[in-house]
């Protein structure tokens, strides 16, 4: 049977359509493909984040330890950033949690520690002095009557002098300074909040909770991250056996 050509020519049309849309079908599952690899690609984790009345605190992570690992007992800094959008200034005094034995406040530019708690100075023991002195004056005159007539004086003297002890004073409390309407960076050369002996061992990713006094805004509890490594770490050594060293 001899097909016309209009019929061969619509025909061809459908099939150049059907075409069409299998390669987009093709096209759609590439790109949905490409967006299912990149949804699994874990992203470093960023510092947390929290609120403190008009205070903004922001990425606030403990930095990476040399050596991928801080020991117990060592020293670790924590980082963040405060935003104070309030119209009064506000301060940090004080920095509490139960992965350290204790936190220290540093100002920018200070070379030394000082605790963000106060501690007050032990008051030194009286100790009483005695001055004793006695004298004894004994003397003796004859009377005319041929009777003697003693007389003995004794004037013991003896005073306790406590000496004066000094008022008990407190060491001065670190504050850092939050401006209204400013900005402080707790890294690099500014202000420094130090976890001072830590209580175990901790490893980036590892949480702690820590809490944040502030003069004015009072007191938050977050929950800290210890940060990764912003460069890719070469991976550890292995040995015959498919094990680490």
Do not use: H, W
């Not at 903004?56 to 963040?80: F, H, K, N, T, V």
């Not at 890719?232 to 292995?238: D, I, L, Q, R, S």
């Amino acid at each position: 049977m001899i097909r016309s050509p209009r019929r061969r020519a619509g025909r061809s049309r459908v099939l150049l359509a059907a075409l069409v849309a299998a390669g987009g079908i093709a096209l759609a599952g590439c790109g949905a493909g490409q967006e299912s690899q990149t949804a699994e690609q874990n992203p470093t984790i960023d510092g947390t984040n929290a609120q403190a009345g008009d205070l903004a605190l922001r990425d606030i992570a403990i930095e990476y330890p040399d050596g991928g690992l801080y020991e117990q007992g060592s020293d670790a800094r924590l980082r963040m950033v405060v935003v104070n959008g309030g119209l009064k200034s506000d301060a940090l005094v004080e920095v509490r949690t139960d992965a350290a034995e204790r936190v220290v406040l540093r100002a920018a530019g200070e070379a030394g520690t000082a605790e963000g708690t106060a501690s007050p100075t032990p008051t030194p023991t009286r100790t009483p002095t005695a001055t004793p002195s006695g004298t004894a004056t004994p003397s003796g005159s004859a009377t005319p009557s041929g009777s003697a007539t003693p007389s003995g004086s004794a004037t013991p003297t003896g005073s306790a002098t406590p000496s004066e002890s000094p008022t008990p004073s407190e060491a001065p409390t670190t504050r850092i300074e939050i401006p209204a309407n400013g900005i402080v960076a707790f890294r690099d050369s500014g202000p420094a909040v130090i976890l001072t002996g830590l209580t175990r061992p901790l490893r980036p990713a590892e949480v702690v909770p820590i809490t944040f006094v502030f003069e004015r805004a009072g007191a938050v509890t977050v929950d800290v991250a210890v940060a990764v490594p912003e460069e890719e770490v070469a991976p550890a050594p292995t040995v015959p056996g498919g094990g680490e060293e």
